[in-house]
Nanobody
Framework: QVQLVESGGRLVQAGASLTLSCVASGFTFNDYRMAWFRQVPGKERSFVATINESGMTTYYADFAKGRFTISRDNAKNTVYLQMNKLDPDDSASYLC??????????????????WGQGTQVTVSS
């Protein structure tokens, strides 16, 4: 059974840092590209960052560049999202996702087959 379980979300003040984790099970983790998306109620999922199978290549949304870092530990079947200088606009549910093969663009939610339930990040001003 495939599972992606996110953790680490909480209420923080603007300017704070936070690290999210996503533990994977039920599939061969190091065969999969992983990503983080975020979603607020009433809006579509928005791409945050992605990392390739080995962890050597990453790609970020413009708002995440310079503030967020995606990484992975294949020995622990875990992908991370380090977030710095958080802003109230970063408040959202953060979801991790995985894919082995895809068509189209890796920044689209449709490229990803597996999804977690999300962890809530709330940034107060």
């Amino acid at each position: 059974q495939v599972q992606l379980v996110e953790s680490g979300g909480r209420l923080v003040q603007a300017g704070a840092s936070l690290t999210l984790s996503c533990v994977a099970s039920g599939f061969t983790f190091n065969d999969y590209r992983m990503a983080w998306f975020r979603q607020v109620p009433g809006k579509e999922r928005s791409f945050v960052a992605t990392i390739n199978e080995s962890g050597m290549t990453t790609y970020y949304a413009d708002f995440a560049k310079g503030r967020f870092t995606i990484s992975r530990d294949n020995a622990k079947n875990t992908v991370y999202l380090q977030m710095n200088k958080l802003d109230p606009d970063d408040s959202a549910s953060y979801l991790c996702a995985g894919t082995r093969t895809w068509s189209g663009t890796i920044v689209s939610p449709t490229a990803y087959a597996y999804w977690g339930q999300g962890t809530q990040v709330t940034v107060s001003s």
